[in-house]
């Protein structure tokens, strides 16, 4: 009897052991697969972002080897920096972070096409008045400024025009609100009205990443930020 059962217990346990090298064995293959699919997601984004580096990936759900079956990722949380870094064409953003959802590929995560994404990005005040060739700064309490060069009185002057930044169905940029100011002296308001029709023109946007569009704008005090929002995005260069 006692023979039979020490037998049992030795059986059990080499049942448990063999389960966890299994259990082991797959959390492995896992991990693997998981790493193997966020390099090839970096390097297409790298490709379509334009980035120095590699963007940072990460993975929601577990186990990732599921997803990799059904060629179905169902959320990925990119952290990019230096956009348009590398690739001509591309507005500068200085940081973006970016939720993807529900990204299918047919080639094995070759290429993937993203259902929608979600995000912000950090553009810079020079990096936004290169690309639009327009004086923009920050003028405090959310409010940018913008200066232009008008006609007064049979003069040229520097006007000033602030305003809160809101977008307008063309993806640019708009002030409500705005203020204007000719040498240091802000206007009355019938004399601002009529400036503000001739000086006061919309900030286009253009060159945004992988075909997204804006869906918000704010001013903080070293840079703009912007909502980005895209359905149906490949995600690849």
Same mark, same amino acid.
């Not at 973006?96 to 070759?110: G, H, M, P, R, Y």
């Given at each position: /009897?006692?023979?039979?059962h020490?037998?049992g217990?030795? #059986?059990?346990?080499?049942?448990?052991a063999?389960?966890?090298?299994l259990?082991a !064995?797959?959390?492995?293959?896992?991990?693997?697969?998981?790493?193997?699919?966020?390099?090839?997601?970096?390097?297409?984004?790298q490709?379509?972002?334009?980035?120095k580096? %590699? &963007?940072?990936?990460?993975?929601d759900? #577990?186990?990732?080897?599921? =997803?990799?079956?059904s060629?179905?990722?169902? =959320?990925v949380?990119?952290?990019?920096?230096?956009i348009?870094?590398?690739r001509?064409?591309l507005?500068?953003i200085?940081?973006?972070d970016?939720?993807?959802t529900?990204?299918?590929?047919?080639?094995w995560?070759?290429? /993937?096409?993203a259902s929608h994404?979600?995000?912000?990005a950090?553009? @810079?005040?020079?990096?936004?008045? @290169?690309?639009?060739?327009?004086?923009?700064?920050?003028?405090?309490?959310?409010?940018?400024?913008? @200066?232009t060069?008008?006609?007064? #009185?049979?003069?040229?002057v520097?006007?000033?025009?602030?305003?809160? &930044?809101?977008?307008?169905?063309?993806q640019?940029?708009?002030?409500?609100d705005?203020?204007?100011?000719?040498a240091g002296v802000e206007?009355?308001?019938f004399?601002?009205e009529? /400036?503000?029709r001739?000086?006061l023109?919309?900030i %286009?946007?253009?060159?945004? &990443?992988?075909?997204?569009?804006?869906?918000?704008v704010?001013?903080e005090p070293?840079?703009m930020?912007? !909502?980005?929002?895209?359905?149906?995005? &490949?995600?690849?260069?």
């Amino acid at each position: /009897m006692v023979i039979r059962h020490r037998t049992g217990w030795t #059986f059990l346990i080499l049942v448990l052991a063999a389960a966890l090298l299994l259990t082991a !064995g797959l959390y492995a293959v896992d991990r693997l697969a998981e790493k193997r699919v966020a390099e090839q997601v970096a390097d297409n984004l790298q490709s379509a972002l334009g980035t120095k580096d %590699p &963007p940072q990936v990460s993975f929601d759900g #577990f186990p990732f080897l599921t =997803q990799v079956a059904s060629r179905n990722i169902r =959320q990925v949380k990119v952290i990019a920096d230096g956009i348009g870094t590398t690739r001509e064409g591309l507005l500068p953003i200085a940081h973006a972070d970016l939720l993807i959802t529900d990204v299918t590929t047919t080639d094995w995560f070759q290429t /993937m096409t993203a259902s929608h994404i979600d995000g912000s990005a950090i553009v @810079e005040y020079s990096a936004l008045q @290169e690309a639009s060739s327009i004086p923009v700064s920050y003028a405090g309490d959310g409010r940018i400024r913008i @200066e232009t060069t008008t006609t007064l #009185f049979g003069a040229r002057v520097v006007a000033q025009v602030t305003g809160v &930044p809101r977008l307008d169905r063309s993806q640019a940029i708009t002030l409500g609100d705005p203020t204007i100011t000719v040498a240091g002296v802000e206007l009355p308001d019938f004399t601002a009205e009529a /400036m503000l029709r001739t000086v006061l023109k919309p900030i %286009p946007i253009t060159g945004l &990443p992988l075909g997204l569009t804006l869906s918000s704008v704010a001013a903080e005090p070293s840079a703009m930020r912007f !909502g980005l929002v895209g359905d149906n995005v &490949p995600l690849q260069g």
